[in-house]
């Protein structure tokens, strides 16, 4: 009969053991954590659920490959991950880098940047993914997202989710674009950002229709955000300062509509 119960013993064991095999990769715990200080600084960590803010980043790796984060994780340079200084640990955003477009879903597992010209630090995989890992310092936009199960397992088993993928609804557009649009002489429009997520372009539009008529533009990978037409340069250079007020510091004037 022993021999009976030990055969019990180790089928329940390998069949656990299959089950564990296909359970989704929990992210276990999230921490919010005590506010604390670096450098003269208190940074007071919270769950701010609507985090949208558009600043400068910066990457880091081979130095602090295979050493803990703030969250007890093994930091993992090629992986898709980032440091914040303030929201929970793990928590999801959005990444856009202004100058190439690209978006990402990236995981915050670790604490930083601690420099008051940063608003967030990416793995280098990160920066990889978002074409500035040879910049250095590159501008982006960082939103905080809610990605499903299967998105957030997919991050933590190294495989990048590309949010550009994700169901587009129908670009928003005030006014139609010609399919061989000719340009108008004396007429501006200003160029507000190129995005990989058709969403992402959708938001923009709608966030910025108060200043001026907006529409999205689709081409090839990207979505461009545009307003307009202004009816003279003066018109043009008063909505532009209201969007780069908003944060869209790449926004420019173009003479015609591409």
Known sequence: MKWRAEAALLAAAALLSACASTRPISDGSVKIGKPYKVNGRTYVPRDDRDYDQTGMTSWYGPGHHGLATANGERFDMDALSAAHPTLPLPSYVEVTALKTG???????NDRGPFASNRIIDLSRGSARALGVERDGVAKVRVRRVYPSEAERNALMRGRAVQTAARPV?????VQPTPATPAPIVGNRYIQVAAFGDGDRADATAARLRDVASSSVAPGGDLYRVRLGPFVDDDAASTALAEVRRRGYQDAHIVSAYP
Not at 169 to 173: A, G, I, K, L, N
Request: proline letters at 17%.
């Open 102 to 108: 690209k978006t990402a879903l990236i995981r915050v």
């Open 169 to 173: 609804p129908s670009p928003v557009s």
